[in-house]
Nanobody, 125 residues
């Protein structure tokens, strides 16, 4: 049974940091590209960052470049999202997702095969 379980969300003040983790099981993690998506209340789910199987290719949406870092540990079947200098606009439910490895690192939600249940991140003073 495929599972993606996110953790690490919470309430943080503007300028603070959080580290999200996503533990994967039930599939060969090292053969899947991984992505973090964000969905704010009333809005669509959008890509935040993505990482290829060997971490050789990484994508960030423009609004998080220089503040967020995606990484993965294939030995632990886990992908991470380090979020620094958080802003109120970063508030939302954060989902990790997996798509089977191809020549492309996809950013659209429809390309992803497996999804976690999400973890809430709230940035507020």
């Amino acid at each position: 049974q495929v599972q993606l379980v996110e953790s690490g969300g919470g309430l943080v003040q503007p300028g603070g940091s959080l580290r999200l983790s996503c533990a994967a099981s039930g599939f060969t993690f090292s053969r899947y590209n991984m992505g973090w998506f964000r969905q704010a209340l009333g809005k669509e789910r959008d890509i935040v960052a993505a990482i290829s199987t060997s971490s050789g290719h990484i994508y960030y949406t423009k609004s998080v470049e220089g503040r967020f870092t995606i990484s993965r540990d294939n030995a632990k079947n886990t992908v991470y999202l380090q979020m620094n200098r958080l802003q109120p606009d970063d508030t939302g439910v954060y989902y990790c997702a997996a798509h089977s490895s191809t020549a492309y690192l996809y950013t659209r939600t429809s390309a992803y095969d497996y999804w976690g249940q999400g973890t809430q991140v709230t940035v507020s003073s």
